[in-house]
């Protein structure tokens, strides 16, 4: 992903903040400017919770070249507290006692390895409470 | 319109072949099949994902034409591992258009010149980029997602996707076009390596090289398949937008569109060819499709309910686990395995008086559906 690609979610990356439709409620995680429930464009951003619960997981073992320095890692679908459903990943926690429906805290990290000549990428991970 | 003619490569590793090669080998067997003459072809529809990211070429339908020495219209289309079927699907619209006579619909996918790492990166780009490869999201782990999810909610686990594997080889074995032709035991599944928990490296469909074609025309001719319809739907990309990950909304409404037009219900339906690209996949389509209620097709393997001479026959051509997948080509072979079926040419697995068959194949984690049904009676 290129510097400018990162440099314009880095606020939905380090801060968890979405969007909101001021119209329907509907809540986007990373921001976005159209509501595809209600067909409004009147979104506004909103910090969202950094707590949540598993929705789904997946401990992968077979990794793509930017992340084979920490594979295995696990993957998860993240439901936030009175926020959306989110995509990340679950770290500092051990692979076998992560169950659907246990409570989650964000945390900061590294999300992967840089590719040459690009810039390091950080973001939000998540850890069992 | 009808279906006239089909080809189709041998699905594998073709080292010896470039992407043009295959589909060119499948190009002139439909050709050849459908007792036309290549200037008769009035325009030319590629479903290709990878050449792009892969084979660092683009502009497949000029590439395609002009080598079979044509000049007409054509273009490319991609829908990750949907291009294949929305290829099919572009020529039947065009057909229906009622501008040109006969076309011809080819998949193609090149995949095993590359080191696995980079076709693993390629598939990836199927899901959404900055919500989920970002995060480290492969392919296969988008599926282990809805596969964690299904467990949570229905009461079965992975001996009963181990089935859906053996079954699919069973009928791979009777294939020989198929990628990996021979059968397998519920251990081979259980106890191969885990790619992305719980999905071993059984559940997971491989990486093929392999082309596909067929001849759609507005005459029929005698053997001729009638396409009675042809849908397409989407729904988001990334998981985290769905309203369920348990079941893929796009097949239902591509389904019920689909079964509407050709005016048949399920009952009507002798067979199936589904997207298994994983286990879970097979098991999912037949609940969206209406075979099942939601969280009741686990069984269905299992139980020997979808066997090429049981009730409900899915995947006669192995799959996409048995068979490969070579993902442009992939919805056209579907298309093909349906059409050998019903004109009684699949030897070691045919179905028995199959009149009426489907196909269901799915872009990416299930943004883009496409479903056909296709009849021996024309
Ligand atoms: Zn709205």
Redesign the interface.
């Known amino acids: ?1 290129s510097i400018i ?1 990162n440099w314009r ?1 880095y606020e939905s990356r380090y801060n968890l903040v979405g969007s909101v439709c001021r119209t329907c409620g509907k809540q986007y ?2 921001k976005s400017s159209f509501c ?1 429930k209600c067909g409004s464009d009147k979104l506004t951003d909103e910090t969202f919770s950094k707590e949540g619960t598993v ?11 930017l ?1 084979q320095k ?1 594979t295995p ?1 696990v ?3 993240i439901k936030l507290k009175n926020g ?6 679950i770290v500092d926690s051990e ?1 076998e006692k992560i169950k ?1 429906g246990q409570k989650v805290k964000a945390v900061f990290r590294k ?2 390895d840089e590719k040459k000549g690009e810039i390091i ?1 950080y ?1 939000i ?1 998540f850890r069992l409470l | 319109m009808y279906i006239i003619g089909t080809g189709l490569t041998k699905f594998g590793e073709h080292f010896e072949k470039s992407l043009l090669d295959l589909a060119l080998e499948a190009s002139v067997e439909a050709v050849k099949e459908s007792g036309l003459e290549l200037s008769q072809i009035d325009a030319v529809v590629v479903g290709n994902m990878l050449s792009d990211t892969l084979s660092s070429q683009g502009h497949l339908g000029a590439l395609l034409s002009s080598s079979l020495g044509l000049n007409v219209e054509a273009f490319r289309v991609e829908a990750a591992c949907a291009s294949g079927g929305v290829a099919f699907k572009k020529g039947v619209d065009m057909l229906k258009a009622g501008q040109y006579q006969n076309i011809l619909v080819v998949g193609a996918e090149k995949m095993c010149d590359h080191k696995s ?1 980079e076709v ?2 390629g598939l ?1 780009n199927a899901a959404h ?10 392919f ?2 988008v599926y ?6 299904y467990f ?1 909610q229905y009461s079965i686990a992975s001996k009963e996707l181990a089935a859906v594997a053996v079954k699919n080889h069973y009928h791979g074995a009777r294939n020989n076009k198929a990628h990996f032709p021979k059968e397998i035991t519920i251990d081979t599944v259980l106890k191969s ?7 071993t490296l059984f559940d997971c469909s491989p990486i093929s090289d392999g082309a596909a074609a067929v001849v759609l025309s507005l005459e029929a001719k005698p053997e001729a398949v009638k396409v009675l319809s042809s849908e397409i739907a989407t729904d ?1 990309v ?4 769905r309203q369920k ?1 348990t079941s893929i909304k796009a097949t239902k409404i591509a389904a019920k569109k689909a079964y509407k037009n050709a005016d048949v219900t399920i009952k009507d339906i002798d067979m199936l060819e589904v997207h298994d690209c994983f286990t879970i996949a097979e098991v999912i389509a037949l609940e969206d499709l209406g075979f099942y209620k939601e969280g009741q097709a686990g069984q269905a393997a299992k139980l020997g309910h979808t066997y090429y001479n049981a009730k409900l026959p899915v995947n006669t051509s192995g799959g996409l686990k048995s068979a490969g997948h070579p993902v442009g080509a992939t919805g056209v072979k579907q298309v093909i395995e349906i059409v050998h079926q019903l004109q009684g040419r699949a030897e070691g697995r045919q179905v028995n008086k199959a009149q009426l068959g489907l196909t269901h194949n799915v872009g990416g984690s299930g943004a883009t559906a496409v479903v056909s049904i296709l009849s021996s009676n024309i």
């Not at chain 1, 997981?57 to 070249?65: E, G, H, Q, T």
């Not at chain 1, 959306?84 to 990943?89: D, E, G, R």
């Open positions: 992903m690609q979610l995680f990373p595809s929705y789904s997981f997946s401990k992968v073992n077979v990794s793509p070249y992340f920490q890692y993957v998860a679908l959306p459903l989110i995509t990340s990943q692979a659907i999300i992967s990428s973001g991970k | 790492s693993v990166a990836t980029a900055e919500k989920e490869s970002f995060y480290g999201l492969t296969p782990s282990a997602l809805m596969t964690q999810r949570y390596s885990v790619v992305a928990e719980p999905l988001s990334a998981l985290q937008d990950i």
